[in-house]
């Protein structure tokens, strides 16, 4: 009978070159490369034949564009050791760890304080399953045995960073100045069906817009939004809104924007500490918010 311990290693030494589709964005496509199909072939034979794995290759991901605070405490990894920002066309990487649950505690608490939004995914005691989200970057922690050892694997999925469209918009709507645009954004035009698109402002007789940006802080979203208010006509601000998205930043107003005049509304949205999604909507016709 083949070691079990083994063939743990050579299920997660595979899974440590996959690459696949992020969220919000992805294509469905898989990315996967050739230099990583033989980079983890070679990493699988060498622990069929008993032989050690180079440990100077495997480490905790950095990245200049993709940060994650490190987490401290890992015994062992496999995978890991590149820059996270080598993947950012291709969605998602994953690595495996052995790390006591303590070690898991204490980085849950690290990832909070450098702002990102946790999610407790665990369906009993004995599992672990978490989810941390800020900006661009998503990480999936989810405990499982390595060998005769308690590890995690760790997926890291990856946003785009996004593009402003060369479209013309209503004045009110600019781009943000040294700020990160997560995904590109996206304009719904009259006539499109918009049963299953969410945050939309107004009816499909106008326009809706929505983009998120990243690496701004809820004073620069709250200014945003008021100076998008000061361009209308009778524009106002509110940290009330009439349609319940879950924004604290709404304004409502009136733009002329090609000839036409135009009832605008919009909001913003915190996704985390440093991430918001601006929702605009404007037709010729009152919604009635």
Do not use: H
Request: glycine share 10%.
């Amino acid at each position: 009978m083949k070691n079990p311990f083994l063939l743990s290693l050579m299920l997660v030494l595979t899974f440590s070159f996959i690459t696949c589709n992020g969220r919000r964005g992805s294509n469905g496509t898989s990315n996967t490369s050739g230099n990583q199909d033989s980079e983890g072939d070679q990493a699988v034979s060498q622990v069929q034949q008993g032989l050690p794995i180079n440990e100077d290759e495997q480490g905790w991901p950095s990245g200049k564009i993709y940060q994650v605070p490190e987490w401290v405490g890992i015994s062992k990894y496999f995978g890991g050791g590149r820059s996270l920002d080598e993947y950012a066309d291709k969605g998602a990487y994953t690595m495996s760890v052995v790390a006591s649950e303590d070690s898991l505690n204490r980085f849950l608490d690290t990832l909070q304080r450098a702002g990102f939004e946790i999610s407790d995914n665990s369906y009993s005691p004995q599992s672990r399953d978490y989810t941390a989200e800020r900006g661009l970057v998503r990480l999936d922690i989810v405990s499982t045995r390595l060998g005769n050892e308690r590890g995690y694997q760790i997926n890291f999925e990856l946003q785009q960073i996004g593009v402003w469209p060369r479209y013309a918009l209503p004045d009110f709507i600019k781009p943000m100045e040294g700020k990160i645009l997560v995904d590109n954004p996206v304009l719904y035009l009259p006539g499109q069906d918009l049963r299953d698109v969410n945050g939309v402002w107004v009816d499909d007789s106008g326009f809706n817009f929505q983009f998120t940006y990243t690496d701004l802080s809820m004073l620069e979203a709250v200014m945003y939004m008021n100076d998008a208010a000061s361009q209308m006509v009778n524009g106002i601000y509110s940290n009330e809104s009439y349609l319940d998205y879950g924004g604290f930043g709404f304004i409502k107003g009136i733009s002329f924007w090609n000839n036409q005049r135009y009832y605008v509304y919009g909001e913003v949205i915190q996704l985390d500490r440093s991430t918001y999604n601006f929702l605009f909507g404007w037709a010729t016709e009152e919604q009635g918010w």
